[in-house]
């Protein structure tokens, strides 16, 4: 049985590039959920993309649903896989990302691994997954649900939430949430200048970070 529900509201393109400022690892200074799993890598690692969340789930070998959905997507999508914990079968590959590509998605995040990164960076089309396989998926026309609650490395993404990716990691926020997540950080990442300003200045760091006065407050001192 399919499951084909209707494609989300679309974030903002103000949004989008609020959060294309943002890196995953600021974020994480001050945020501990929302992350998926580490083990999803970039493929491209130079890239870094935001856009709303189109979900799909996969089970097993069968990637019916997935061609299924490259007849709907829009430009400004990030396609989530979830693989219901297959590891063996890559349901990404060459032929899909020209079909995502040419309908605009920014980029695609698969819970198990993809194959032909060759053709992945040729096109040049933003990918995290957990490795390649040369198993792939088929087109068996079994099951698969498109715009439906996934969870995808440890975590619950819903269509229409606003994904962040880079070098770093994948993060996922409600969109009502994004911006002020994004400013926060975009603050944080400024305050970085100013700091290796002073660095370059000829201060140190454990002086500006207040280290130095937490260690020597309780220096044990021997006689």
């Not at 990637?63 to 709907?72: D, E, G, I, N, V």
């Not at 996922?172 to 950080?185: D, F, G, I, M, Y």
Request: glycine share 8%.
């Amino acid at each position: 049985m399919f499951i084909v529900n209707d494609m989300p509201a679309q974030i903002s393109s103000e949004l989008v590039a609020l959060l294309e400022k943002v890196e995953t690892a600021t974020v994480g200074h001050f945020l501990h959920s929302g992350f998926v799993d580490r083990e999803l890598r970039a493929v491209l690692p130079e890239k870094r993309v935001a856009g709303t969340a189109v979900t799909i789930r996969l089970p097993h070998a069968d990637s019916t649903a997935l061609h299924y959905l490259t007849k709907f997507v829009r430009p400004g999508d990030i396609v989530v896989v979830e693989r219901c914990g297959d590891t063996r079968h890559a349901c990404w590959g060459g032929v899909i990302t020209h079909a995502m590509k040419i309908a605009g998605v920014k980029a695609g995040i698969v819970d198990g691994p993809a194959t032909d990164f060759s053709e992945i960076r040729n096109v040049e089309m933003p990918m995290w997954c957990r490795g390649p396989s040369p198993i792939t998926t088929k087109i068996l026309g079994l099951e698969g649900a498109i715009n439906v609650p996934v969870t995808v490395g440890g975590q619950v993404i819903e269509p229409g939430d606003a994904v962040l990716a880079d070098e770093s990691g994948v993060i996922v926020l409600k969109p009502s949430q994004a911006k002020a997540v994004a400013e926060r950080a975009l603050g944080m990442q400024e305050a970085e200048i100013k700091l290796l300003e002073r660095l370059r200045n000829g201060e140190k760091l454990p002086d500006i970070s207040g280290a130095t006065r937490l260690v020597e407050e309780k220096i044990l001192r021997v006689a």
